[in-house]
């Protein structure tokens, strides 16, 4: 009887050691498939650079959010692994075939796990909910037009959305209680809302408050005003290519669409630290498919304002534009804005005398014009493009000189500039490149 005893207890010993080693190589397989799991879907760290965990492409959601530890969903989902993982086992522990099927099993009950989080995140902030985001610092003030004559001011913070754990830039415009939400963050919202293009900057949401307007926007480091300080104003001719590269890759999407921006200038230019550079600030933006007899005059700000806007003209169109890019073009270039002037008649006077004074075959009908013959001007020769602008080659003076043109259909449009002899270095690809790509690679 000691003897079967023993034996008896020789072998259960020897059937549990096997399951233990049995359960601790399952256990092994699921540590390393959580791992490649882990691998696949980084977590942001908090010790991690902020600035890098903006440039991630991929939204990332919250370790919390993710893993789900110590919720009742997790507790959940150990019982359910617990109980798959015996079922696999009973059925075939020796079964390679086993061990995959118990894999891919807890595999997808995990992501469906994490859907039902993702889910469960969302529903509780949202979109369209001030909770959603955390205000990190003020970045600055922005005045906002309004269509009466009075306007307001807009406070710009740099947050961070608990969605997705990226930065994001707030545009907050107080109400005023009598007139609502300004007419231009109206047309802002309406007209980013159907533009999407890597080089146009992306409105991610929007909050209405009893005493604010939010704008959520992605977060871009600077504008390209602030980057040519940054680089002394003198940048490399080759990055002065590529932004302007961009800049009429967005501009011709909008102008494809009849959306006129009417506001281009460097401060308007959102530059990241790839590069990437897009349109932003779309307040004084206009579908020309509205209905309207005429625009207002008083668009774009004074040193980039063509001039048959300086002169009172509303019948304008997709030309507005190309005069700014134009402006932009040369500062970018020069280091300096190509028509600094303080006045009405003294932008004019300006323009006259870098360009020449325009004649009745440059610009028909100028001499009829009441505003110019109520202005004095000095007759002008003007002088050549090549000496204000040394370090453009010939065929970028010559883009210059094609934006710069006094007859507003003659400038050339924003598509037509994409193919000038200019930008050949780049090669042909980019000019089929699909909206949502960007000029370069950057990974």
């Not at 602030?226 to 590269?245: A, P, R, T, W």
């Not at 493009?385 to 007859?407: S, T, V």
Request: glycine residues 4%; aromatic residues 8%; charged residues 30%.
């Amino acid at each position: 009887m000691d003897r079967v005893r023993k034996l008896s207890l020789s072998i259960k010993r020897s059937v549990i050691d096997k399951t233990i080693r049995e359960n601790s190589e399952l256990t092994s397989d699921q540590e390393k498939s959580d791992d490649t799991t882990e691998m696949k879907h980084p977590i942001s760290s908090d010790h991690e650079s902020k600035e890098k965990q903006h440039y991630k492409k991929s939204a990332q959601f919250s370790p919390a959010a993710r893993r789900g530890s110590f919720s009742n969903t997790s507790k959940a989902l150990d019982n359910k692994l617990l109980n798959l993982e015996d079922k696999f086992r009973r059925r075939s522990r020796s079964s390679s075939q086993a061990c995959v099927e118990i894999k891919t099993a807890i595999s997808n009950l995990r992501e469906k796990s994490n859907r039902q989080e993702r889910r469960k995140s969302f529903s509780e902030l949202g979109f369209g909910k001030l909770e959603s985001y955390d205000k990190l610092h003020k970045l600055g003030e922005v005045f906002i037009a309004s269509c009466k004559e009075q306007g307001t001011y807009a406070t710009v913070f740099k947050g961070r959305s608990k969605l997705t754990n990226d930065f994001v830039a707030l545009k907050e415009i107080r109400l005023e209680h009598e007139e609502g939400a300004p007419c231009t963050a109206i047309r802002e919202v309406s007209l980013l809302k159907d533009l999407k293009h890597a080089n146009i900057v992306t409105l991610h949401d929007t909050i209405h408050t009893e005493r604010s307007l939010v704008l959520v926007f992605e977060y871009l480091d600077r504008d390209l005003k602030q980057y040519m300080d940054s680089c002394g104003s003198i940048l490399d001719m080759s990055n002065v290519k590529i932004f302007l590269f961009q800049l009429l890759r967005g501009l011709a999407y909008c102008h494809s669409r009849r959306v006129l921006h009417r506001d281009l200038k460097p401060q308007n230019l959102l530059i990241n630290e790839r590069g990437e550079l897009k349109l932003a600030d779309f307040g004084l933006a206009r579908a020309k498919s509205v209905p309207s007899k005429t625009y207002s005059s008083e668009v774009v700000t004074l040193w980039y304002r063509p001039p048959d806007v300086l002169l009172g003209s509303t019948e304008y169109s997709t030309s507005i534009d190309m005069w700014g890019v134009g402006c932009i073009f040369y500062e970018m270039a020069t280091g300096l804005p190509m028509f600094p002037g303080s006045s009405t008649e003294n932008q004019l006077q300006t323009i006259w005398e870098i360009l020449g004074t325009p004649t009745e075959e440059e610009w028909s009908g100028l001499t009829r014009n009441l505003k110019v013959n109520s202005l004095s001007f000095h007759d002008c020769k003007g002088e050549p493009l090549r000496n204000r602008a040394p370090r453009l080659e010939a065929d970028g003076l010559d883009l210059l000189a094609k934006f710069l043109q006094y007859k507003a259909k003659s400038r050339i449009s924003s598509a037509d500039a994409m193919k000038h002899k200019y930008f050949d270095c780049f090669g042909p690809e980019v000019q089929i490149l699909k909206d949502s790509k960007i000029l370069f690679n950057s990974s």
